[in-house]
């Protein structure tokens, strides 16, 4: 790619974050646009109606100082831990890369200048070169000057592993903190008992009841077993759908309700439809009833059981400690938050989700190969030599250097941004039907997964794609390989700088915007909204953002000393993305669970990754470029990175797969002379009820038929 194709990508993405930014700022403004771009503010009910005026209709960047205003102790009492943890993944980016852009922009980049391996740099002709020359590539075989690339990816490795030791320790104590501040919550105290074995003519509440009672008779308070509420969930679906249409039905002006349709009396009047619809609803409102009776019987029960304790150490001991002498039977697992529970998980039998589990990785394996083609697809975007021998018809529209660049430049980041919109979705779909119980474990499973399929197709499938499958000829003759690598893998940093502004610049941008759902608010104003109609308030997709700030930094880490151009860009993304998550975060998006931090190994891991690919292209480039003993001294790098990485998962990692004994005890110790304890565990046994058997109360005229069908006392 020539410098004049990166010029145009970032001038169409400069364009397009700057109309983003504009229409923000005044779309917002809007009340009309409340529920769009301050859902949460609404909800809470603190936004506020304003009168018109002139500014409502100008841009303005007040919003960028409101975001900037709350401290992390504001942000973790209105958000989260989980929130402050992604915040915080933005944090170390930016302080790795203003390290590593220091070094690479005023020492690397001005080396890798002065070379002429490729060529010379012709500076009154700027946008003509190649950005190969800007790159490590550009430094003489042999020379002493890759001695300064070498210390570089030293001095960086050893910055990057101080913070990732500071950042482990902070957020291990923000999670205990959080644990000690946190009130008495359901989850804390509960666990998941699957696999129940069962006797002839016994019931599985029945079976949990002697087992508990008979094994921890001390801490065992109470249980709720599962039930098979797939249907009813349908059933409930439709009469929610039936309610609305009727509400929406009723509101209409009292004339309209009562004229003739059609000719001839041959269409309803709309009273006869008015009384259709009440009919159809009062007969699908008592069939959920009938329907949630039955299934609150022991015949549809699951194997599976919710068990409280009187206690948080308890809780825990139950559910480290093997059960049963069949380690099949009596399974534990630590219990979501009650409102986080993934009830249709609870269809699945033991083997169904160990087949389950074993599909989805066939099925990720496949979709990560299947997707090498739109990458090929890409990669052939990206070379134009290579274009015009595949579609030679197109050689004249080529030749314009407008749309040369456009298509170099732009185009390719931008299909590989399209096409791997479908990832999270898929992945979260594949991630729901493994077994997890509750939403936040799909999300966090959905993440390693989308995690791990971007790296690979966009850092492994394209970036070296560009090197090897784009010359195949030259894998017949081995001896080729490494003075091929040697110069096309840094090469490749000019795709990874285009799909940054691409993918990183004008998706955070996106993000601020709200694209999607502004156009769906524009087509369902005609609508009549129902007064009974909540806000809807979202969530951040972690699954989605995580992976795309991760992947973002696993560019800067492993290319900032092959192609340190890359690293202002990179800043401009982290920037940008601090700020507006930040005000996403208070005025859009409200945490729908909270996992305490769990996230955060994700991030480590991935950045210990980053450092041992590194290491392993240094590796490969000092060797290739003739400097054998900077290869040598580069190989102590990986191995003390990883006893660093072995050291950290030992000091930390444990914290966040369970809370100590110390803490656990210490805890209840404090809640020991609480008053309020008692009230609580009696909302307890009724805390994991599933929410498809609770009462419907759609009815206008409450009676007797909507009185709860299971009692508070049936556990």
Not at 39 to 68: E, H, K, Y
Not at 112 to 140: E, K, W
Request: hydrophobic share 45%.
């Amino acid at each position: 790619m020539i410098v004049s194709a990166l010029l145009t990508s970032l001038g169409i993405n400069f364009g397009l974050c700057i109309l983003f930014f504009t229409l923000y700022s005044v779309l917002r403004k809007q009340p009309s646009n409340y529920e769009v771009y301050m859902p949460r503010l609404l909800a809470d009910g603190l936004s506020q109606q304003r009168r018109f005026n002139l500014q409502m209709l100008l841009p303005t960047p007040g919003w960028v100082r409101r975001a900037w205003q709350p401290s992390e102790e504001e942000m973790l009492a209105s958000a989260g831990l989980d929130a402050v943890v992604f915040m915080r993944i933005i944090i170390l980016s930016l302080r790795i890369f203003c390290v590593a852009g220091i070094i690479g922009i005023f020492v690397l980049l001005p080396v890798n200048c002065t070379g002429n391996q490729l060529a010379s740099i012709d500076f009154a002709n700027l946008t003509s070169d190649s950005l190969d020359v800007f790159s490590i590539s550009n430094v003489n075989n042999g020379s002493n000057k890759l001695w300064i690339h070498f210390s570089a990816v030293y001095i960086v490795t050893v910055f990057i592993c101080c913070l990732l030791y500071y950042e482990y320790r902070y957020i291990s104590s923000k999670r205990v903190t959080y644990f000690h501040s946190s009130k008495p919550q359901p989850h804390q105290f509960t666990i998941l008992v699957r696999s129940i074995p069962v006797s002839v003519g016994i019931s599985v509440s029945d079976s949990v009841e002697r087992f508990f009672t008979q094994y921890h008779p001390s801490t065992y308070l109470s249980h709720v077993v599962v039930h098979r509420t797939g249907k009813i969930r349908n059933l409930i679906s439709n009469t929610k759908k039936l309610y609305k249409r009727l509400i929406h039905f009723r509101t209409e002006s009292p004339q309209s309700k009562f004229e003739c349709g059609g000719c001839c009396g041959l269409f309803p009047h709309k009273g006869d439809l008015l009384e259709q619809y009440e009919k159809k609803f009062e007969d699908s409102e008592e069939n959920l009833r009938l329907e949630q009776s039955d299934t609150s019987s022991a015949g549809e029960e699951v194997r599976a059981a919710f068990v409280s304790f009187k206690s948080r150490y308890g809780a825990a001991t139950a559910f480290h400690m093997q059960q049963s002498v069949n380690p099949t039977q009596w399974l534990t697992e630590k219990a979501p938050e009650p409102h986080d529970v993934y009830w249709p998980f609870f269809s699945s039998s033991f083997m169904g989700r160990w087949i389950s589990k074993l599909l989805v990785v066939l099925a990720c394996i496949s979709l990560t190969v299947l997707f090498i083609i739109p990458v090929l697809f890409v990669q052939g975007l990206a070379n134009l030599a290579q274009l015009e021998v595949w579609f030679p018809f197109l050689k004249s529209i080529l030749s314009i250097t407008f749309v040369s660049q456009v298509i170099t430049g732009y185009l390719p980041s931008l299909i590989l941004l399209l096409f791997l919109k479908m990832a999270p979705p898929i992945m979260k779909f594949l991630s729901s039907i493994q077994g997890y119980i509750s939403n936040s474990e799909i999300e966090k499973s959905a993440c390693d997964k989308v995690l791990w399929f971007t790296i690979w197709n966009v850092f492994f499938g394209n970036v070296l794609s560009g090197s090897v499958f784009t010359q195949i000829s030259i894998l017949l003759e081995p001896k080729k390989i490494p003075a091929m690598l040697a110069v096309s893998v840094p090469a490749q940093a000019s795709f990874c700088i285009a799909y940054v502004v691409t993918s990183g610049w004008t998706s955070v941008a996106t993000e601020l915007f709200r694209m999607i759902p502004f156009i769906c608010s524009l087509i369902s104003k005609p609508c009549v909204r129902s007064s009974d109609d909540e806000v809807e308030v979202p969530s951040l997709p972690y699954h989605k953002d995580i992976p795309r700030l991760l992947l973002f930094g696993l560019f800067g880490i492993t290319y900032f000393f092959l192609a340190p151009l890359i690293v202002p860009f990179l800043l401009i993304y982290f920037c940008l993305a601090y700020i507006i998550y930040r005000n996403q975060f208070i005025n859009v998006y409200a945490p729908k669970y909270e996992t305490a931090g769990k996230y955060w190994p994700i991030v480590h891991h991935l950045m210990i990754f980053s450092l041992v690919l590194m290491h392993a292209i240094a590796l490969g480039i000092f060797t290739l470029k003739k400097l054998p003993l900077a290869s040598t001294l580069i190989i102590p790098l990986p191995v003390l990175t990883l006893l660093f990485n072995a050291y950290c998962s030992k000091r930390f990692l444990p914290i966040f797969t369970a809370y100590s004994a110390e803490t656990l005890i210490k805890k209840d110790r404090e809640d020991h002379n609480d008053a309020t304890m008692a009230e609580f565990f009696a909302r307890l046994e009724t805390a994991y009820f599933d929410p498809a058997l609770l009462p419907i109360q759609y009815s206008t005229n409450y009676d007797s038929r909507t009185s709860p069908l299971l009692p508070s006392t049936e556990v």
